[in-house]
């Protein structure tokens, strides 16, 4: 059974980590400045400036 769907494992794993660069991609193009998270926040997920932290 592996060996038949062996090939659709490999092609999902293949284009959940060309997702995961592409995103990463595209964050690294669309901010300009430095981001950090703030984990002292409410939501520490929202990326804010990194000279504002200091």
Avoid: H
Wanted: aromatic residues 12%; charged residues 20%; proline residues 2%.
């Amino acid at each position: 059974m592996i060996r038949k769907y062996g090939w659709l494992i490999v092609f999902a794993v293949t284009v959940f980590i060309f997702d995961a660069l592409l995103i990463q991609w595209i964050e690294l193009l669309s901010t300009e400045t430095d981001k950090c998270r703030n984990m002292n926040s409410v939501n520490p997920l929202k990326l804010v400036n990194c000279s504002d932290l200091d």
